[in-house]
């Protein structure tokens, strides 16, 4: 059942999706947009561009509900996430559906590869919400007995991509929540529906004005990151989106949460199992079309045995990656939109004459948004395709002679997000462990992710955690309570 905009209640089809504002599905009096499913090209709904009064009603609705959320104990808070997490687990099959139409992602797969992760996220924040750690309190001045509160940042607002909707929009919610936070949050405008669908969930169960969204498109967006009442701003999206967060966040010195952009290197030794390293790599590569922050984009492999390791990937892609219709067992689907179909064949037609590509470099289909998936030689490192994030179907393969080359190789590009190193030694791999620099590290395997662990990168890939108590601690503030003994 679905909320719509024009009812204002739940009916089994709804054409244009809703705001959900202080618990309600709320009609927007912006200008509409189509949505649609990238893998026909189909139109199957319409969606608001929110104005600056749906944002202002958002914002005032989180207001008024923070200090009540703030005051519940993290029992309470514990509660009513381990109560979402359920209600998210018994309409599995219901946000499957939903996301393989906003995305065209094989739905075979999806309750296993995104929404039963979502239902743990939640669930591991829920537990997060009642490890509340400072300092012990002690007499660090004679006289005076000094502790720490770790409490609430206040109003968060937060901006979600297009390529994990349901997913990035728990990584953000969650620890907010759990921390006593509320939530003014604005999905990608071509991927809303499961995020609407779990704001009307969670008016079932957390107060009024806890969890608010409001959909709509860039301009929206900027909305929302340049309001004076949120305290954080979080977003995961591109470089360029981050920095304008950044610059807007700074003239009201504001605390913000970037999760950005990546171009991972995957950096195979000689000693390595190449055939299981072509096989783990490829399907880090090309899983969701591509478009994953920390897939698996160049791969770095020692001159010696840079054929063989070219010869065993191409054979594994040809044979078992394959993109097609979301229904027609397919590796991955299309890309997700036509801006992005475009930036990444443009990507490939740009490639400088000293490139090959060993395989794919097409659109595929005439419906669709299908890119094949490509591998591609003979790149040097300063070219466009090894420098600039892709976010699409694309591997390069380049040769390295030492180490130290590999090193400079993997780290000579402006993200920092996540890397994976493939050798059978161990002290190779510790070594390159500490020498690579990214946020996220991987010896033998590339892109799997645990709740318990922190995502986040460095350089221009942006800075702050999701999961992990370090993602959750990232939603808190720290205060000084110092009590004279006199």
């Given amino acids: 059942m679905r909320c719509t905009q024009r009812t204002n209640t739940c009916d089994a089809v709804a054409d244009i999706l809703p705001n959900i504002i202080d618990g309600v599905a709320v009609p927007s009096t912006g200008a509409l947009i189509d949505l649609v499913d990238p893998a026909t090209e189909q139109v199957y709904g319409r969606a608001p561009i929110s104005t600056g009064a749906d944002v202002d009603a958002a914002f005032a609705a989180a207001s008024r509900a923070f200090p009540g959320w703030r005051d519940t104990t993290p029992a309470a808070r514990q509660l009513a996430l381990f109560r979402l997490a359920d209600a998210l687990a018994a309409h599995a099959d219901e946000f499957a559906d939903l996301e393989s139409r906003d995305t065209g992602k094989p739905r075979a797969s999806l309750v296993a590869d995104e929404i039963d992760q979502s239902i743990d996220q939640l669930r591991f924040f829920a537990g997060a919400a009642r490890e509340l750690n ?181 054979s594994y892609v040809k044979a078992d990656i394959r993109t097609g219709a979301p229904d027609s067992g397919a590796f991955f689907g299309p890309v997700n939109n036509p801006a992005q179909l475009e930036r990444v064949t443009g990507f490939i037609a740009r490639l400088p004459a000293h490139a090959r590509i060993e395989t794919g470099g097409r659109r595929q289909g005439g419906a669709g948004y299908y890119v094949e998936p490509t591998v591609v030689t003979g790149v040097q490192q300063d070219d466009e395709i090894v420098q600039s994030e892709v976010f699409g179907p694309v591997l390069t393969v380049q040769p390295f002679e030492t180490e130290r080359d590999a090193v400079a190789l993997a780290n000579g590009v402006p993200y920092a997000l996540a890397a994976s190193t493939w050798t059978r030694d161990h002290a190779t791999a510790m070594r390159m462990s500490r020498a690579l620099d990214f946020g996220c590290v991987w010896i033998n395997a590339h892109i799997p992710f645990v709740s318990d662990m922190p995502h986040g990168g460095f350089k221009q890939s942006g800075y702050g955690k999701d999961l992990s108590i370090y993602g959750f601690e990232d939603y808190t503030r720290l205060k000084h309570v110092m009590s004279s003994l006199e």
């Fill in 134 to 314: 400072g300092r012990a309190a002690a007499e660090y001045a004679e006289g005076f007995t000094s502790y720490v509160r770790r409490e609430a940042i206040g109003v968060v607002a937060q901006v979600t991509p297009w390529n994990y909707p349901l997913n990035m929009a728990i990584w953000k919610i969650a620890p907010a929540l759990a921390a006593g936070n509320t939530v003014v949050l604005k999905p990608s405008e071509t991927t809303p529906s499961t995020t609407v669908r779990l704001a009307e969930l969670a008016a079932e169960i957390l107060p009024p004005g806890v969890l608010n969204v409001v959909l709509g498109d860039r301009t929206t967006g900027a909305l929302l990151t340049e309001h004076p009442v949120p305290q954080l701003v979080a977003i995961t999206g591109s470089v360029r989106a981050g920095m304008a967060v950044a610059r807007s966040a700074s003239t009201q010195l504001k605390r913000v949460h970037l999760e950005l952009g990546g171009k991972a290197p995957a950096v195979v030794f000689a000693d390595a199992d190449l055939v299981r390293a072509a096989e783990g790599i490829a399907q880090a590569a090309f899983f969701n079309a591509g478009q994953d922050c920390t897939a698996a984009t160049r791969v770095i492999v020692h001159s010696s045995v840079h054929d063989e390791f070219v010869r065993a990937l191409v």
